[in-house]
């Protein structure tokens, strides 16, 4: 079950597996891009387009030029998350996100716990070449259209 909050915001639930953790019983810390990597592909899909399809025509891919994060509480097996996103700036080529995972707790204020939060800095970049280029006009205008 994915959803907008609000016109800048997307989430999705992720639970965690065995192949998830590590051999202390919590969750590999780089797993945890691989789930926000998740959220933006679902985001991106959510929006109209898919990375595939985007990969052929036009050509275009975007990749991670830089990740800050924070590891706050850790996740364990069996532990039902969300993921979710926040788009912050986009430019011409680029797109900045604030992404988190936070897990259900009825005993502090909000509801949630916040085990992970991160900027991620994201480049469209021409797939062949590898070279940057600029966000394709018809996704470009859907991605201002959320800011």
């Not at 992720?14 to 691989?34: Q, S």
């Not at 916040?114 to 797939?127: F, G, M, P, W, Y």
Request: charged residues 25%.
């Amino acid at each position: 079950m994915k959803h907008l909050q609000k016109p800048n915001a997307f989430t999705i639930p992720v639970r965690i597996y065995y192949e998830d953790t590590d051999a202390g019983g919590v969750v590999y810390y780089a797993n945890y891009l691989k789930f926000f990597e998740r959220c933006r592909t679902e985001w991106l899909r959510e929006i109209g387009h898919q990375q595939g399809d985007l990969l052929r025509d036009p050509g275009i891919a975007f990749v991670v030029r830089s990740v800050s994060i924070e590891y706050l509480k850790p996740a364990r097996l069996d532990d039902q998350l969300v993921v979710g996103l926040e788009v912050v700036k986009i430019s011409r080529a680029q797109i900045f996100f604030r992404q988190h995972i936070r897990r259900a707790n009825v005993g502090v204020a909000g509801g949630w716990d916040e085990l992970v939060s991160a900027t991620i800095h994201i480049v469209c970049v021409n797939a062949a070449r590898m070279k940057t280029t600029s966000i394709p006009a018809i996704l470009r205008t859907k991605l201002e259209a959320l800011q």
